[in-house]
């Protein structure tokens, strides 16, 4: 359908406004709300998402498309049904202790939004005891935790030893991310998972549930 192509290639843009223009059109033609947003929505991310994965954008068209996407969303939420926007599981996200960098941390968190799961963003500068009164209180699947600076990725572990000591592992996934954080980094912490960008955490996710 031409409209639903139309909105996958603003969302692909960036264009938020023409996002919105055309899924208010597509509401008033009758199309499905949850056409609109896996034949409009989600194939413009897809696009984005292999683009950034091949390195043809980079991070500030990426946010400019979630941006596009989100508004989108937030017109066809309420017209979608309960199956669809229920989570497929609950994700905690942070950017640790000492670092403010955040857009990274967002980009991530609205693709896997995006994906069906639900995002609780703890913000920036999180320190060991706002991660565990998270966990408390909101008792996710996963907690994702984000740092920048090679000066903060120590934290990590502050944080994981945290989780064990308060006996909250058993409970949660632990995954990490930031641009220099590594595998062998991410091993040697004894975390469940380490993505690199956006589309590598939604497979990661994905496989760690399944677990």
């Known amino acids: 359908m031409k409209i639903l192509k139309e909105i996958a290639v603003n969302v692909e843009n960036g264009d938020s406004t023409t996002v919105k223009e055309l899924i208010k059109t597509a509401l008033s033609q009758k199309i499905a709300a949850e056409e609109i947003l896996n034949d409009g929505l989600v194939k413009g991310m897809d696009v984005i998402g292999i683009k950034f994965k091949n390195n043809e954008v980079f991070i500030p ?36 202790k000492g670092d403010l960098h955040d857009i990274g941390k967002k980009i991530v968190g609205m693709i896997l939004e995006r994906e069906g799961y639900e995002i609780i963003d703890i913000g920036i500068d999180v320190s060991k005891e706002k991660f565990l009164k998270a966990i408390k209180k909101e008792n996710p699947d996963i907690i994702g935790m984000s740092a920048l600076l090679t000066t903060t990725m120590a934290y990590m572990r502050e944080v994981i030893e945290a989780v064990e000591k308060a006996k909250l592992k058993q409970n949660v996934k632990i995954i990490i991310g930031g641009a220099p954080i590594t595998q062998s ?27």
């Open 61 to 96: 068209e990426v946010l400019i498309a979630t941006r596009a996407m989100k508004a989108g969303m937030d017109i066809i939420r309420p017209f979608l049904t309960h199956e669809i926007v229920k989570p497929k599981a609950k994700i905690v996200m942070g950017t640790v």
């Open 185 to 211: 980094f991410a091993d040697e912490i004894k975390v469940d998972g380490y993505a690199p960008d956006g589309v590598s955490a939604v497979e990661l996710v994905k496989n760690l549930l399944k677990k």
